[in-house]
């Protein structure tokens, strides 16, 4: 049996360029097998034979590996510290900040950091990229059109600012819309740009395994400038930020050295 997962894991490699060897093996094979059974599946084998004759099945492969789970200002204790304290430390060294979430899924962690931004600059100057593995979620948020639940988090009058009620559903305005710009991205396997003086990055990093976390926090760490701050998420704390060259400037704030 394990063999079977071990073929899907090189298969599903060449097919999509995913490594699912950087995540840890229990967690992703327990999500994946409960997946394959629902869909009347015996074996991986199955399920990689029926991904590659259905984009239905591959997309729903995405979306269970991708791990959705997403809402707008979570934990907000820390979007107050990004607002009241690391924005302005950015700001006054730079005017224009460059800021990239990554592995952003439905697009409310971006959002949530142009809304902050907004108590700073105007939505016209914001500027944010906003990058996930799985084209689906990368459309979803370019649609922002979020349930009730995910905007729990939100201050009201953020919500009345920015949000139109459609229903039971809340739709993001579009010049809010209009400051992100969705890509397709591997973080483990493709390059990343430079010069971010943030990176926001949560609740991902708790998927991978530790070999992996430390690749993705050296290239984090190279990707920002000097005096950068790393965002992550509240179960991801960076014991040995030193060995990346950041060092702790909040809880689950990082700063290049």
């Known amino acids: ?22 995540y840890k093996e229990a ?21 990689f034979d029926a991904m590659e004759m259905d984009q239905t099945v591959l997309n729903e492969f995405l979306d269970r590996m991708t791990i959705n789970v997403s809402e707008f200002y979570r934990n907000g204790k820390r979007w107050e510290v990004l607002k009241n304290k ?11 900040l460059k800021v990239w ?39 979803r948020a370019k649609i922002g059109i979020y349930p009730e639940r995910s905007l729990a988090e939100v201050p009201e009058d953020i919500k009345r600012k920015f949000f139109t009620k459609e229903g039971l559903f809340y739709k993001v305005n579009d010049e809010v819309k209009r400051t992100v710009t969705f890509k397709k991205h591997n973080l483990l396997a493709d390059p990343f740009e430079s010069n971010f003086d943030l990176i926001v990055c949560r609740n991902v990093l708790i998927y991978f395994t530790e ?31 030193h060995l990346y060259g950041l060092k702790s400037e909040d809880t689950f704030f990082y700063r290049k050295i």
């Open 86 to 96: 690391i924005i302005p430390q950015l700001l006054a060294k730079s005017k224009r």
């Open 211 to 241: 070999d992996a976390k430390e690749i993705l926090y050296k290239k984090f760490s190279a990707a920002l400038k000097p005096g950068g701050i790393l965002f992550v998420g509240s179960t991801e704390q960076i014991f040995n930020p």
């Open 27 to 47: 967690q992703m094979k327990r999500r994946l097998t409960s997946l394959y059974e629902k869909k009347g599946f015996k074996n991986f084998q199955q399920f």
């Open 101 to 139: 979430s990554a592995a952003c899924s439905t697009g409310e962690e971006p959002y949530t950091i142009a809304m902050v931004l907004s108590h700073f600059m105007p939505l016209s100057q914001i500027k944010i990229l906003a990058t996930d593995i799985d084209e689906n979620v990368i459309k």
């Open 1 to 22: 049996m394990n063999n079977d997962y071990q073929d899907f894991i090189k298969k599903v490699y060449k097919k999509t360029g995913i490594d699912l060897s950087c």
